[in-house]
């Protein structure tokens, strides 16, 4: 039995539902690659005719053998064609699939005479605003859209056929049959994945100055605002935010000299984008607003020391500025964020490979795989943190359990080494303390602050994103891709 993916499997399922109780039934696989569509539609048809096209002869010959195999050669005629041109008798299903828009868009052009009252039944890859925006201009309207998920992509399969079609508006041809509200979690699920296209475009457009860029993100702003509001997400404001994050961070966790939560901003502004960085830097601000983002996530906070007035003669009282006069919101987690269970530490040590990770505060410990070396520690938290580090340490000691404290965390070697550690990872660590670490016979790693905090950005835009979306705020979370030392 010819085996299909979920993706030509509910192609599959629209085709054989179309050719239900007809007598005689036919249909075209156009673009029919190596034929295993074809095959499996008429094994599961018995009395199904069809006709198997492609402008490939190898992928031809493939289908033949293909058909030949399976007995069922006698019921097919595979020819080499370009789009419809294989069509030489009335058929009651065309299927294309697997191509972009406009390819599927030019076959129906060119072949429009040849469809007659034929089901269509077409899957493309990208840009399905396109050719809705065809169908609707060739007399041909969509009766009906399904989806699938592949290869995790998520695909939606138009079924349509001639009849009076109304052209669609921007906001139609994006949405489909969405455009009065979402009508299935598998719509829903196709709608997400789209938005999560769009959002992954914008980070990689936010720091690009071009109009070309900027067109492109205007657009993407506004496809994702229709997303939103087809799903039927609900406004939500900072304080929600700060709620959030409180909960993905407790604020009780931090340390009482700390300065976490909401430090800048309105608690009742509306809030539909937000950006996590480690740090509040004048590139965060210019990336969030390139991204529209009403809120800035740090790490850091700003504040740390008691401020007597606020201007532009220093770096934070100028930021602090920008941020009201755009309408920025700032909120921190901190301390609160090492020490939450998920948080940076713990993100620490699941970036380093650790298992069996225990600890309390801003402590972890975990277990590295049997047999590494302190050589080998280094050059995987210089990998997979992404900066320099320096060894303090024989290359050849043994390494089994991992303490870390991330960023200034070197006056926990102690705590680290009471829980079992042989080898600490920190971003910064004192002379003197590194050198009794070693007197010791602990090991240590020393990775940078950046590099051992940044990781848990992205960890708390997800866990944010996560909980918007959980109760369905029309909220999309972005992760700063800037470094504050242009590394």
């Given at each position: ?6 993706r030509?499997?509910a192609i599959?399922?629209?085709a ?13 696989d156009i ?6 569509m ?6 599961h ?8 096209s492609d ?10 053998r ?13 020819t080499?064609?370009?789009g ?14 697997g ?6 868009a030019?076959i ?8 007659g ?25 969509v009766?009906?859209?399904a989806?699938a ?8 399969i ?27 979690e ?7 994945w ?60 931090a ?5 976490v ?9 509306p ?11 004048e590139?965060?601000?210019?990336e969030a607003?390139a991204l ?5 996530v740090?790490h ?10 606020v ?5 934070e ?6 941020l009201?006069e755009?309408?920025?919101a ?15 530490n713990?993100?620490?040590l699941a ?5 069996n ?5 801003c ?5 590295l ?5 302190f ?16 060894a303090?340490?024989?290359?050849d ?9 991330s ?8 705590e680290?080494r ?8 920190t971003?910064?660590?004192?002379h ?5 670490a070693?007197d ?31 109760l369905?705020y ?12 242009g590394?």
């Amino acid at each position: 039995m010819v085996q299909l993916d979920e993706r030509l499997s509910a192609i599959a399922a629209l085709a054989l539902e179309a050719v239900e109780g007809i007598d005689a039934p036919w249909a075209a696989d156009i673009g029919c690659d190596h034929g295993r569509m074809t095959a499996y539609l008429l094994a599961h048809c018995a009395p199904l005719r069809m006709i198997a096209s492609d402008v490939s002869g190898p992928s031809m010959e493939k289908a033949r053998r293909l058909l030949a195999a399976r007995g069922l050669a006698d019921r097919a005629r595979v020819t080499e064609a370009d789009g419809l041109d294989g069509i030489d008798r009335p058929v009651d299903v065309i299927i294309i699939a697997g191509m972009g828009a406009e390819t599927i868009a030019g076959i129906l052009r060119a072949g429009r005479e040849k469809i007659g009252g034929a089901r269509l039944i077409l899957q493309a890859n990208v840009g399905l605003p396109l050719l809705r925006r065809a169908l609707a201009e060739l007399g041909l309207r969509v009766e009906r859209e399904a989806f699938a998920r592949a290869a995790g992509r998520q695909y939606a399969i138009l079924v349509a056929r001639a009849g009076e079609a109304r052209m669609p508006d921007a906001r139609q041809a994006l949405l489909g049959t969405a455009a009065q509200g979402v009508q299935s979690e598998a719509q829903r699920a196709y709608l997400c994945w789209q938005r999560g296209v769009r959002v992954r475009e914008m980070a990689d457009l936010a720091g690009l100055l071009t109009e070309k860029a900027r067109a492109r993100m205007r657009e993407n702003s506004r496809e994702v605002a229709w997303m939103a509001e087809a799903m039927g997400e609900k406004a939500c404001t900072v304080g929600e935010i700060e709620r959030l994050v409180g909960e993905i961070a407790p604020c009780a966790l931090a340390e009482e000299w700390d300065n976490v939560g909401l430090l800048l901003g309105r608690t009742n502004a509306p809030v539909t984008r937000v950006l996590t960085a480690l740090d509040l830097t004048e590139g965060v601000v210019r990336e969030a607003q390139a991204l529209g983002a009403q809120a800035i996530v740090t790490h850091h906070p700003i504040m740390m020391q008691a401020r007597r007035r606020v201007t532009d003669g220093d770096r934070e009282g100028r930021l602090m500025l920008t941020l009201a006069e755009r309408g920025i919101a700032h909120i921190a987690a901190h301390t609160n964020f090492d020490s939450a269970p998920g948080g940076v530490n713990d993100t620490l040590l699941a970036r380093m490979g650790a298992e069996n990770v225990r600890g309390e505060g801003c402590v972890r410990v975990g277990e590295l795989p049997a047999g590494m070396t302190f050589a080998q520690v280094c050059a995987r938290a210089g990998q997979r943190l992404g900066g320099a580090v320096r060894a303090y340490g024989a290359p050849d000691t043994p390494v089994a359990v991992l303490g870390c404290c991330s960023g200034a965390g070197g006056g926990c070697l102690g705590e680290a080494r009471a829980l079992g550690a042989d080898c600490f990872l920190t971003g910064e660590i004192k002379h003197h303390v590194a050198l009794d670490a070693v007197d010791q016979g602990v090991c240590v790693v020393e990775a940078g602050h950046f590099e051992t905090e940044n990781p848990a950005c992205e960890v708390m835009a997800n866990a944010l994103q996560n909980a918007c979306d959980a109760l369905k705020y029309n909220v999309t979370v972005f992760c700063s891709k800037g470094n504050p030392f242009g590394r």
